[in-house]
């Protein structure tokens, strides 16, 4: 295994990056498993003496949505970019310096967040970090343009279009991030319409355009349908950014802005019958079996179709007041961050023998890894969705009857329904701590000790 200091070409640097993900994925897991164990465990610690439980919440989701997040877009960017475009990138060392830029601000950023608690924004940043990443963002969208015009091919590739897509909202998430939180409703408005282009439509282009790769190329597949893929891409473009308003039915929001929100995640069942058509339709002329790790690829499918179901669903007005504001909105985020994470892994084992010569053995190890990650975000979901769900009911029954459930009786009634499923959180985040751990494992162990196998060659030229 021999990593480059300053490598010259996309695969020398894909290398960095494949090491890098199972190392802030177990980081990540490990924040989680601190976090939960925080709340379940809160009178056996010393409450607010070192960390609170909303510095460990924000510390969690910013390692999960910012360093895990930005990783697998970097890697992501670097193999595929490039390989849809038909041609190497365009000023390579600069996009070698803002690649590595967008990981070090995500990262210098967690460790600024222990000494600056006080002081950070909505996102869980500092200002000064948060002007950092958006300079270097505003660099990967410029390269990004550039690598675009100067494409060789007179057709690009579909992952190349969901890969561009997520560089100008995650773009665009950090330009909303900076808007000023003056009353409760510029806070709702900034907090909805970040998770919207940061999570909803950035998670799910990478996710994209990782899938479109992986359901043609590693199984000789050929794309059923470029149109399909476009009314994907255009569909998710233009409605996703608009859907999370409706968790806050009923709150200081504009009326009007909510109905949208309702209408447009309804319209969402569009572009998800077509990428599911044409998942099918294209897997269907596989001319390779799937392995494990294909399966991987298959569960996260499912796990994205799941999930857009359930944003579809909750539109309805009569199921809005039971899972508003409540950690069914959780469900509909880490079901986009676990399809995002399983599709990764998946990639990542595909990339280990193309990148760094050395033969996967899908042994007892990656079979752990694979039902472990499945389990793991199956499980995730399902709690969660029993705790928005029930903490809903709850709330919504107690205020028609004139009593809120926030506090004395009525909030002990709801801690009974839902107090299991959070101690529930903790042994299902210390189970993605193992699995996330196993998974290092399998990957180091590939790297330094399978069997020697032919590494993948640059095919591409500048003309």
């Not at 909303?54 to 910013?62: E, N, P, Q, Y």
């Not at 992501?76 to 967008?102: M, N, W």
């Not at 999570?199 to 990782?210: D, N, P």
């Not at 996703?240 to 504009?254: A, C, E």
Request: with cysteine.
């Amino acid at each position: 295994m021999k990593l480059k200091l300053f490598p010259k070409n996309e695969q020398e640097l894909s290398k960095l990056f494949v090491l890098i993900f199972p190392l802030t994925l177990l980081l990540s897991s490990f924040l989680t498993f601190i976090k939960d164990s925080y709340f379940t465990f809160a009178n056996l610690l010393p409450n607010n003496q070192i960390f609170n439980y909303g510095f460990l919440d924000r510390l969690s989701v910013k390692t999960s949505f910012g360093l895990v997040f930005v990783t697998i877009f970097c890697l992501t960017f670097t193999y595929l970019f490039s390989k849809s475009l038909g041609r190497v990138a365009v000023l390579f060392p600069l996009l070698f310096l803002t690649l590595l830029g967008l990981v070090g601000t995500e990262f210098l950023d967690i460790v600024l967040s222990f000494f600056y608690q006080d002081n950070l924004n909505m996102t869980g940043s500092s200002s000064v970090v948060l002007l950092l990443k958006i300079l270097v963002a505003f660099g990967l969208f410029g390269l990004a343009s550039l690598n675009l015009l100067a494409k060789k091919e007179s057709a690009i590739f579909s992952s190349a279009q969901f890969i561009y897509g997520a560089v100008v909202f995650y773009f665009l998430s950090l330009l909303v991030a900076r808007g000023e939180l003056i009353v409760f409703t510029d806070s709702l408005l900034i907090t909805s319409l970040y998770t919207s282009t940061h999570i909803y439509v950035g998670i799910s282009f990478i996710y994209l355009a990782i899938i479109h790769f992986l359901m043609t190329k590693p199984i000789d597949a050929t794309l059923f349908s470029k149109t399909l893929a476009s009314i994907t891409f255009w569909g998710f473009l233009f409605l996703l950014p608009w859907t999370s308003y409706k968790y806050y039915f009923g709150s200081v929001l504009p009326n009007w802005l909510e109905n949208v929100s309702i209408y447009l995640s309804l319209s969402l069942l569009i572009p998800l019958l077509a990428f599911a058509v044409n998942y099918v339709k294209t897997v269907q002329t596989r001319e390779v079996e799937i392995n494990g790790s294909g399966s991987l690829m298959n569960f996260s499918v499912l796990l994205f179709l799941l999930t857009n179901v359930l944003h579809i669903v909750s539109s309805f007005e009569n199921l809005l007041p039971l899972v508003g504001l409540t950690n069914f909105q959780n469900v509909i985020t880490y079901g986009y961050y676990g399809s995002l994470v399983m599709g990764s892994v998946s990639l990542t084992y595909y990339l280990v023998p193309k990148l760094f010569g050395r033969t996967v053995k899908y042994s007892l190890l990656e079979n752990l890894v694979f039902s472990g990650f499945k389990i793991t975000y199956l499980f995730l979901l399902m709690n969660n969705f029993l705790i928005g769900v029930n903490s809903g009911y709850s709330w919504n029954a107690a205020a028609n009857a004139g009593t809120p459930a926030i506090y004395g009786e009525g909030f002990n009634i709801v801690w009974n329904l839902v107090g299991v499923n959070y101690s529930a959180n903790t042994f299902i985040s210390l189970l993605l701590l193992g699995v996330s751990m196993l998974f290092l494992i399998s990957i180091l162990r590939a790297v330094s000790s399978g069997d020697i196998t032919t590494v993948e060659e640059m095919v591409f030229s500048n003309e």
